[in-house]
């Protein structure tokens, strides 16, 4: 990471103490306004919001007091927040495979170098502009049971119906597909740009050796894709548990729960139950998991580059 | 919406709402008006405001309509919190209790509401009483919308069932209730009962409640203490719902808009449902006449709620819109005749025993709803489109499908409302 | 990391790259034609939500809820739907909040952020390293945290339900802060030398050189940014209540059951409300593309 201290002798140095001065007033003068913002909505939220974990403090105003740590106590205690912990490290785990390994074939087709780049690109790239309530719309439409186009496809081909957003077993999975449609392309476009980025050399070598494109692909892209491969893992697996938009505009967390996100959670308990004291601690919780996952993610590229 | 509505749009976004509305007298006051009707219910609705705007030329109800369900009450909540909300917005009568103690909404005043032509006289007992929380009125009952039982006259008659004055007999056991409804099956050769539930735990919670309510006994939500429940009522009443969907009687599974299009088919001669169904029914051309849900276990009893108006808490009250607004109110309550055309039972009861009203059939079939109104147990976290209605699916829905014992889903249920009960109360 | 071949151009910074792709001998094999089909068919698959949605909404209302799925609709094809949507909904309206507010958002990180990234990549002031560290550790918080207290503070100074709530609390981007700075890190310091022997101020410095040799990055930033603040649907949701207000995400959100069950209008709606980022994408793909991947890597 580089300093921005000049390496070379400035023709200041006599007035070294007030040009140090001037630095320091620029450097916190440029700093100001984003300090400013950064500070008033974003730091201080994060103390305020720790504070307000301790106390009982309602959406109404009421219940002001401080109570310490009951409420991280009753969250550990709460069946449902465990339960949409769960929910949310189910779906990690059950989307971070097809949306990495879609992504991989992906690119991997368009390196090969296809005719009509755009028309793919824009396929597969598309969806990841749209906000997450037209994702929902389109996919709740497709997802009908007696109208959409899923059902209609199975039935065609002989299946049975699906109820995919009323069957507690496959709600999440619906949901899975729904997000891999909308989201897999940005991981494709990071993995396009690594491919890109593999000396041809590598493939020129392998070629003149005898080895087929089979061959040259598990042997060279795979391995030289491995940095980006564990980004993209430990970025997804972020983002995942994040999140909040499309379950909640698709099952609100149903059926029976069986979907609900911590966020959804959070976001119930602050503003559906009023109780905005322990929808804090809940997401104080959370955002101690992030910040372990995240420290993992740090020790692990930190690993990999040493 | 037009391009001066883009203009609008981005001035009231820089902050200058309402613009210094009191030199500004002669203008027109816009009032905000939030609530959750749609489909056919949004349409009337929409009518109601159209003729209360043209009637009073000085102010301007703009509606907003929003999604039905725990949503609506939330956004609602936030608003009153934020000290912006609409300056009037509909609520369920059963949700009042959750609002009206945190001072998310405030009390009507009586004297500005006989001065415009209302007072307390001109609602039902039990309707009023309703509207109070702690010896004041925060919420006018536009109706009571009680929960149902359709039938379809002709396939009625061909299994026999219809009494001398052409209304359905009368039953009044569990057994005698399948009886008839296997006799309507007969004739229809597909089901006797038409009852949508999936994912609703409003629409379960609609016919359980009348059921228990039956029973003659009550539910007390206290927060601090488990439930007071008669868990044997609640638990026969599980179990006869549940022994309803054997796919004679009724359909094993299906949801809301399945039962209603079986029903409006001919493909069963009951349905249960609320009363707000009724412009479905009449479009579907059936012969169809309706009756509150047959006294089963003794006590008459009807699970219904009201679509009541309520005054949001405002940061700055602005008086003139304030005076509006009771006109409003009071010119919707007063036209509300053709509310009732949608199948509700208005809450002003000059309407109600207006000749007009009594022509209306079926809705004067079941108008003796409102005298043996059942509402919801009375919490913070109960009632119409609460998140309890939903906690009631998660364990009961099993229970429907055959899934679960009605024991085991109620005991569920009961657990969780007292874990709810056991926890500190946010208003 | 890149060795310049003869079939493509070297990358100009270390973050970027042209995702061109690289074009050897093409041989009609067996592998490139299986290749072609499984990326047709995958491309047919991603399209197919697009193309439903734009079925359905090309039908009238009936067909639309009809109970026999057919892509051709028996009524014909009609726009009643969209005629419909624009008549009753708020469509324009949120888009016009969604862009004015995006705009400002985009316009108000990009000002704060090169400020602050020139800062600490040229400037050598005191604490610089402590504001370095906190910045990078703030790009671990993640928004749903700030949720509750970010609601509460809006409401304690009366925002709620203004377009500055929506505004204010996404001009922070402590990722973009980072992607700036390693840009200018890159620029040759000689090209400063010059100013600063002359005399002239940081300020002038920063404007007058900095900032146009960073076109790429700022455009890259500012179309990351842009297309966040777009989209965002739970912050919005939280801060504003009003409908004149609404963003687009969350004005869509009101429609679905404000029409009852009208699936043609839904998706007339759907389609209306992804119509802008997707035209936009249209004409700007390569920036767009190149733009999302650089910054994206810094953020998430």
Not at chain 2, 6 to 13: M, V, Y
Not at chain 2, 190 to 205: D, I, K, V
Not at chain 3, 153 to 160: F, G, K, S, V
Not at chain 3, 161 to 174: E, K
């Amino acid at each position: 990471m580089s300093t921005s201290t000049l390496s070379r002798p400035r023709p200041e140095t006599l007035r070294k103490p007030t040009s140090r001065t001037r630095s320091n007033l620029s450097g916190w003068g440029f700093a100001a306004p984003f300090l400013v913002f950064f500070l008033v909505f974003l730091v201080w939220p994060i103390l305020y919001g720790f504070y307000m974990s301790l106390t009982g403090k309602s959406l109404t105003g009421a219940n002001d007091s401080l109570i310490g740590f009951a409420n991280y106590a009753e969250a550990l205690a709460d069946a449902d927040m465990w339960r949409s912990l769960g929910n949310t490290l189910y779906f990690t785990v059950i989307s971070t495979v097809p949306l990495v390994l879609v992504a991989l074939i992906m690119a991997a087709l368009l390196n090969i170098g296809l005719p009509a780049q755009w028309l793919w690109r824009l396929s597969y790239f598309a969806p990841y502009l749209l906000a997450s309530t037209v994702v929902s719309l389109f996919f709740t439409w497709m997802y009908n049971p007696q109208l959409g186009l899923i059902n209609e496809f199975l039935t065609g081909i002989g299946l049975p119906r699906v109820a995919w957003l009323n069957d507690p077993n496959v709600a999440m999975w619906a949901i899975v597909i729904a997000t891999l449609w909308w989201t897999v392309g940005f991981n494709f476009l990071l993995y396009l740009a690594a491919m890109q980025n593999i000396p041809a050399q590598h493939y020129e070598a392998a070629s003149l050796d005898g080895a087929g494109a089979w061959r040259q692909f598990f042997s060279i892209t795979l391995p030289q894709l491995t940095p980006t491969t564990v980004m993209i893992v430990l970025l997804q697996i972020l983002a995942s548990l994040k999140i909040f938009d499309q379950v909640y505009q698709m099952t609100a967390g149903g059926p029976g729960g069986s979907t609900r996100p911590v966020v959804q959670y959070i976001f119930e308990t602050g503003f559906t139950g009023y109780r905005l004291g322990y929808s804090a601690a809940i997401s104080y919780i959370f955002f101690g998991l992030i910040v372990v996952i995240s420290v993992m993610q740090f020790v692990i590229t930190r690993r990999r580059s040493a | 919406m037009t391009g001066s509505a883009l203009l609008g749009g981005g001035l009231l976004a820089a902050g200058l709402t309402g613009c210094g509305g009191a030199a500004q007298a002669a203008a027109v006051q816009d009032i905000g008006f939030w609530h959750l009707l749609s489909g056919g219910d949004g349409i009337k609705m929409q009518a109601m405001i159209n003729a209360a705007n043209q009637a009073n030329p000085g102010f301007k109800v703009h509606p907003t309509v929003l999604a039905w369900g725990p949503p609506y009450y939330t956004k609602l909540a936030m608003a009153s919190a934020g000290g912006r909300p609409p300056e009037v917005a509909i609520m369920h009568a059963s949700r009042v209790p959750g609002y009206a103690p945190g001072g998310l909404i405030e009390p009507w005043d009586l004297d500005l509401l006989a001065e415009n032509g209302v007072t307390s006289a001109d609602f039902a007992p039990r309707i009023w009483e309703k509207s109070q929380h702690n010896g004041q009125v925060f919420s006018i009952a536009l109706d009571s919308h009680p929960f149902v039982m359709f039938y379809n006259t002709d396939v009625a008659g061909k299994a026999g069932v219809l009494g001398s004055n052409g209304q359905l007999q009368e039953v009044s056991s569990p057994d005698e209730f399948k009886a008839m409804a296997l006799e309507m099956q007969k004739v229809t050769k597909a089901h006797g009962l038409s009852f949508g539930y999936l994912g609703s735990g409003s629409q379960m919670w609609r016919l359980f409640y009348t059921l228990y309510k039956q029973h003659g006994v009550d539910m007390e939500l206290t927060p601090g203490q488990p439930m007071k429940v008669d868990r044997e009522a609640a638990v026969e009443s599980l179990e006869f719902m549940a022994s309803l969907f054997d796919d004679t009687i009724a359909a094993q599974a299906g949801d809301i808009s399945t039962g209603i299009a079986e029903f409006a088919r001919g493909g069963s001669g009951m349905l249960f449902s609320g009363v707000w169904e009724l412009p479905t029914m009449k479009k579907a051309g059936i012969p169809v006449d309706a009756a509150t849900i047959p006294t089963l276990y003794g006590t008459p009893a009807s699970y219904a709620d009201s679509h009541s108006f309520v005054l949001p808490r405002q940061l700055k009250l602005n008086e003139d819109k304030r005076r509006d607004v009771y006109k409003f109110v009071t010119d919707v309550l007063k036209g509300s005749l053709s509310w009732a055309e949608a199948g509700h039972i208005p809450g002003y009861q000059p309407v109600v025993q207006s000749q007009a009203y009594r022509e209306l059939t079926p809705q004067i079939h079941y108008a003796n709803a409102a005298d043996i109104i059942a509402y919801d147990p009375e919490s913070w976290f109960s009632g119409s489109g609460s998140d309890w209605q939903t906690y009631f699916a998660e364990n009961v829905q099993n229970v429907l499908l055959g899934r679960d014992k009605a024991a085991a889903g109620w005991d569920a249920f009961e657990q969780r409302t007292n874990t709810l009960l056991s926890r500190p109360n946010p208003v | 990391m890149a060795i310049p071949t003869l079939t493509r151009p070297a990358p100009s910074t270390t973050t970027g790259n042209s995702l061109k792709i690289r074009q050897p001998r093409r041989k009609l094999t067996v592998g490139r034609i299986a290749a072609i089909v499984v990326a047709a068919v995958i491309a047919v698959l991603w399209l197919i939500p697009f193309a439903w949605a734009t079925a359905t909404a090309f039908k009238t209302e009936t067909d639309a809820a009809a109970p026999d799925v057919t892509w051709l609709p028996p009524s014909g094809f009609t726009p009643e739907a969209f005629v419909k949507v624009f008549q009753d909904g708020n469509i324009p309206l949120w888009t016009w909040n969604s862009l004015y507010t995006s705009a400002a958002i985009t316009a108000i990180t990009l000002v704060i952020s090169a400020l602050v990234a020139y800062a600490l990549s040229r400037i050598d002031f005191k604490g610089k390293k402590v504001l370095m560290t906190v910045i990078i550790a703030s790009i671990i918080i993640p928004p749903p945290v700030l949720i509750i207290p970010l609601f509460y503070q809006m409401l304690a100074l009366n925002l709620i339900d203004t377009s500055w709530a929506i505004i204010l609390p996404q001009v922070i981007h402590p990722a973009m802060v980072f992607v700036l700075k390693k840009f200018f890190d890159q620029i040759p310091r000689e090209l400063e030398e010059a100013a600063v022997m002359d005399g002239a101020s940081r300020l002038r410095i920063f404007t007058q050189i900095i900032l146009p040799l960073s076109r790429p990055i700022l455009a890259a930033v500012a179309i990351f940014v842009f297309i966040g603040a777009w989209n965002n649907f739970l912050w919005p949701f939280i801060a504003t209540n009003d409908g004149n207000l609404l963003t687009l995400p969350v004005g869509l959100q009101t429609i679905k059951s404000a029409y009852g069950i009208q699936y043609a209008q839904n998706m007339a709606s759907a389609l209306l409300a992804a119509l802008p980022l997707i035209v936009v994408f249209l004409f700007f793909q390569r920036q767009i593309i190149k733009g999302v991947a650089t910054t994206g890597l810094a953020g998430t």
